[in-house]
């Protein structure tokens, strides 16, 4: 059992950065890939990037790679994204996500939900 919870979110403008965080509890955190996913109104979730087990291997949406930043600490149980240069269609609700050993983009695959961060970017 693995429980997530975001923080870090909040209203910025255009060309802003924010840092994302999620602190899991649990004993097996290294064990799970780690991702983040988003969700629009009106718009199912979204992938957004992932990181391996040791965080040597990390993935991205077209959408945000070269601006977004993954990153895990399996000493800290904690992941985060950093998010640079934000764009309005940035804007939803981020959810952090635990997946047992197996990377994936998908969202139905991944076993444990935060209950997510508000991002709004305004133009």
């Known amino acids: 059992q693995v429980q997530l919870a975001e923080s870090g979110g909040g209203l910025v403008q255009a060309g802003a950065s924010l840092r994302l965080s999620c602190a899991a509890s649990?004993?097996?955190?290294?064990?799970?890939?780690m991702g983040w996913f988003r969700q629009a109104p009106g718009k199912g979730r979204e992938f957004v990037a992932a990181i391996s087990l040791s965080g040597g291997s990390t993935y991205y949406a077209d959408s945000v790679e070269g601006r977004f930043t993954i990153s895990r600490d399996n000493a800290k149980n904690t992941v985060a994204l950093q998010m640079n240069s934000l764009k309005p269609e940035d804007t939803g609700v981020y959810y952090c996500?635990?997946?047992?050993?197996?990377?994936?983009?998908?969202?139905?695959?991944?076993?444990?939900w935060g209950q997510g961060t508000q991002v709004t970017v305004s133009s």
């Open positions: 996500a635990a997946r047992w050993q197996l990377l994936s983009t998908t969202a139905s695959e991944y076993n444990y």
């Open positions: 649990g004993r097996t955190f290294s064990r799970y890939v």
